[in-house]
């Protein structure tokens, strides 16, 4: 199982990726998805931007994506991570983890997204409705709690 990491600007379709993994399979019995949306922040926010490392955010997340292969049992995993300004109400991440069984895919999933939360190569910054640029946003307390019951 090779896993599928991809960081692009435009958006995606999950349905389309979740079809494609699963294209002409008939072992997988579970699949898991996770799809992150740009919130408006109580209606302050224009967009959201975001930046990475070109070539070295998708080696840290195939980095990850290796290590979740190793830890459970999977028969496909996607990782897609949008940058650039991303609108309130759109896609920013797609996490898609394929197994037998739906513990591994739920498990590996949410590993996964856990750690795209809190210590993936990326840097996000507010822009306001009122044209005004936030600050860099910091990863929260309670983001890296759950990232940490992983190690």
Do not use: N
């Amino acid at each position: 199982m090779t896993p599928i990491i991809r960081i692009q600007r435009e958006d995606f379709d999950l349905s389309a990726e979740i079809a494609a993994l699963m294209a002409g399979r008939s072992d997988i019995g579970a699949v898991v998805s996770f799809a992150g949306l740009c919130r408006d922040e109580g209606g302050r926010l224009k967009a959201l931007e975001l930046e990475h490392y070109p070539g070295m955010a998708e080696a840290e997340i195939a980095r990850v994506a290796e290590e979740a292969a190793q830890r459970w049992p999977l028969l496909g995993l996607v990782a897609i991570h949008r940058h650039g300004l991303v609108a309130p109400g759109e896609q920013i991440v797609l996490v898609v983890a394929a197994s037998a069984h739906r513990r591994a895919a739920f498990e590996a999933a949410e590993f996964l997204m856990d750690y795209l939360k809190t210590r993936a190569p990326f840097w996000k910054r507010e822009h306001l409705l009122d044209g005004t640029i936030g600050g860099w946003v910091e990863a929260k307390d309670a983001d890296d709690a759950a990232a940490q019951r992983w190690e």
